[in-house]
């Protein structure tokens, strides 16, 4: 059970728009510590997506946003496309553990 | 063009030692950190601990303190994970990757993964 809540998974059809959540508490993303947001393709090593709680990396499509509001943080990502079918994890730092922590994970179906 | 080269894949049997590595390359090496983070079959990503070559600064995560060894060569740009003694629930992937800011930052480049099969 992770200290930071994701739902196990999400599904939309192309083109639509699907969100995921990352739940956390008074140690970690109430506390006002960054959320980071990860892809990981099947198969390969993990894709930082998002950073600092809204900011993309260069190269990664404006389709995929974040924010963080209290305790939580969300993913959108818009004009689902087949090829985001994937993992998505979050990330942030827990003062209760002094050490960073991720998500359980959210897997994206795409339909 | 950073890259972070993991060593190949191992296959130990339970109470046998290992060290697996992660080699930087293309940035300066004692400027990030580079973490560990462990993905066991069919699960989810954990934090396992994290170093900074510049000075060998180590914090590892409450779960994995005594459990494993972070260390780094900082002339030959290398981080290390190690064991000394494996048990079969340390087969996982493992993952480098490194880090500006340490335990609060976002990693920004990921190894390719070393896969750690413990069985008798």
């Known amino acids: 059970q992770s200290v930071l809540t994701q739902p196990p998974s999400v599904s939309g059809a192309p083109g639509q728009r699907v969100t995921i959540s990352c739940t956390g508490s008074s140690s970690n993303i109430g506390a006002g510590y960054d959320v980071h947001w990860y892809q990981q393709l099947p198969g390969t090593a993990p894709k930082l997506l998002i950073y600092v709680n809204t900011n993309r990396p260069s190269g990664v499509p404006d389709r995929f946003s974040g924010s963080a509001s209290g305790a939580s943080a969300s993913l959108a990502i818009t004009g689902l496309q087949a090829e985001d079918e994937a993992d998505y994890y979050c990330?942030?730092?827990?003062?209760?553990?002094?050490?960073?922590?991720f998500g359980g994970g959210t897997k994206l179906t795409v339909l | 063009e950073v890259q972070l080269v993991q060593s190949g894949a191992e296959v130990k049997k339970p109470g046998e030692s290992l060290k697996i590595s992660c080699k930087g390359s293309g940035y300066s090496f004692t400027s990030y950190w580079l973490g560990w983070v462990r993905q066991m079959p069919g699960k989810g990503l954990e934090w396992m601990g994290i170093?900074?070559?510049?000075?060998?600064?180590?914090r590892y995560s409450p779960s994995f303190q005594g459990q494993v060894t972070i260390s780094a060569d900082k002339s030959i740009s290398t981080a290390y994970l190690q064991w000394s003694s494996l048990k079969a629930s340390d087969t996982a992937m493992y993952y480098c990757?490194?880090?500006?800011?340490?335990?609060?930052?976002?990693?920004?480049?990921w190894g390719q993964g070393t896969l750690v099969t413990v069985s008798s």
């Open positions: 990330q942030s730092y827990d003062s209760s553990l002094s050490g960073s922590i």
């Open positions: 990757a490194r880090s500006l800011g340490g335990v609060i930052a976002q990693f920004d480049y």
């Open positions: 170093i900074y070559p510049g000075d060998s600064d180590i």
